[in-house]
């Protein structure tokens, strides 16, 4: 029908919205809500969504693959691999600040991209990686439900954190660093726990965007 293909191109934004949603609830994680100001959300949204691709699909000859998980274990699978990803990049960026921190995570997101790029074993480097399916063969509609579950769940986890007595230590480290750290708070651990979980809820909606697209390459991140 007529009007069901009008609706095509709302839908498809509202998905990506949805996606993009997820990442800002990442960022608030640790901007909004610790202070560090990070511009390398490609780069562990490209994790994500690489992990997620290469669990989920089918035997491959150009690329490392052959899994065929489910939609949920690449998901859980993106969120994994990228917690020790997060940590190591975490803990060589623990000492910087504002402007510094900018930097090195967006040169940081720029290495992971080439990475890809480069590792052709691994991502099939320019070419990409095709027919990643959607669960259960949904359409754009479909799958904007899903997403809208994915949305509202880390939305109100996000919000349980921020009231709880972790929540209220980021916050406080965010306000006055040295009156957290005064106060016999180890700011260097609150810190690194804040990002690594910023950067796996990045990593989920990466998943989430390689599932909705069906294909990516390095040019996406």
């Given amino acids: 029908m007529e009007w069901l293909s009008l609706l095509s191109y709302p839908l498809f934004f509202l998905n990506l919205v949805g996606i993009y949603a997820v990442l800002v609830l990442g960022l608030n994680m640790q ?57 190591v990049v975490g803990r060589i960026t623990a000492r910087l600040r504002t402007d510094y921190l900018a930097i090195a995570t967006i040169g940081i997101a720029e290495i992971i991209r080439l990475f890809f790029l480069n590792e052709g074993w691994l991502s099939n480097g320019t070419r990409g990686i095709p027919g990643i399916d959607a669960p259960f063969d949904v359409g754009n509609a479909g799958y904007l439900l899903i997403v809208a579950v994915f949305v509202a769940g880390t939305y109100l986890l996000v919000e349980i954190a921020r009231r709880s007595p972790w929540g209220r230590v980021l916050r406080a480290i965010r306000d006055n660093e040295a009156a957290t750290a005064a106060a016999g708070k180890d700011v260097a651990r609150f810190r690194l726990e804040a990002f690594v979980v910023g950067s796996c809820i990045m990593a989920l909606g990466g998943g989430l965007y390689a599932h909705f697209v069906g294909f990516i390459s390095p040019e996406a991140f």
């Fill in 31 to 87: 901007w909004g809500m610790t202070g560090q100001f990070n511009i390398g959300i490609a780069g562990f949204f490209a994790v994500g969504a690489y992990t997620s691709a290469i669990l989920t699909t089918g035997p491959s000859d150009n690329w490392l693959g052959g899994f065929d998980l489910p939609f949920l274990a690449g998901i859980a699978g993106a969120v994994i691999v990228t917690i020790p990803i997060a940590w």
